[in-house]
T-cell receptor
């Protein structure tokens, strides 16, 4: 099992550009999540999906959109990137013991 | 508002020197409390889930405990490979977004 995979690992964008962060899990989990991690702050929830076809906002959803393509895949889109979106983005899925299992992250810089 | 506060922010220990990390939380209702380990440049790695006050979980040199207000991660006779940032998170049981609320973490360094 690969667990949770994320692409790309690194990305540099200019202000106003768009991009999609991809996430996939092979653990047959229903719930999936997107978080961002900034220096000096805890991980913060951006969006989540309780099941295929449903998505909901988390703590910091502004500037982002998500798509739950199927049970395996949950993507995060930045339509018009801003420097404030420079961060490390983690995808997670929820399994046994209610634990969330995280991917390796995407390091995004917006210039 | 759900809150998680971890202390200390950073801790430097000698190899073999036992200590404890603290996680204080405020939540309307607790569905679970989680401990993660995060190495530089990696995603958080799940360690433990605790559900109710009095519960304890152990794994190698780590033991996690839970009270109604806080959790401790005890590290016994640590080794250099235990160096990492340890994250605490809560999953509230009340209404609202179905995600974890994280603390800022404790950066642990174990010196040989």
């Amino acid at each position: 099992n690969a667990g949770v995979t994320q692409t790309p690992k690194f990305q540099v964008l200019k202000t106003g550009q768009s991009m999609t962060l991809q996430c996939a899990q092979d653990m047959n989990h229903n719930s999936m999540y997107w978080y961002r991690q900034d220096p000096g702050m805890g991980l913060r929830l951006i969006y989540y999906s309780a099941s295929e076809g449903t998505t909901d906002k988390g703590e910091v959803p502004n500037g982002y959109n998500v798509s739950r393509l199927n049970k395996r895949e949950f993507s995060l889109r930045l339509e018009s990137a801003a420097p404030s979106q420079t961060s490390v983005y983690f995808c997670a899925s929820r399994g046994l013991l209610d634990a969330q299992y995280f991917g390796p992250g995407t390091r995004l810089t917006v210039l | 508002e759900d809150q998680v506060t971890q202390s200390p922010e950073a801790l430097r220990l000698q190899e073999g020197e036992s200590s404890s990390l603290n996680c204080s939380y405020t939540v309307s209702g607790l569905r679970g409390l989680f401990w993660y380990r995060q190495d530089p440049g990696k995603g958080p790695e799940f360690l433990f889930t605790l559900y109710s006050a009095g519960e304890e979980k152990e794994k190698e040199r780590l033991k996690a405990t839970l009270t109604k207000k806080e959790s401790f991660l005890h590290i016994t006779a640590p080794k250099p490979e235990d160096s990492a940032t340890y994250l605490c998170a809560v999953h509230p049981s009340g209404g609202g977004a179905d995600g974890l609320t994280f603390g800022k973490g404790t950066h642990l360094i174990i010196q040989p």
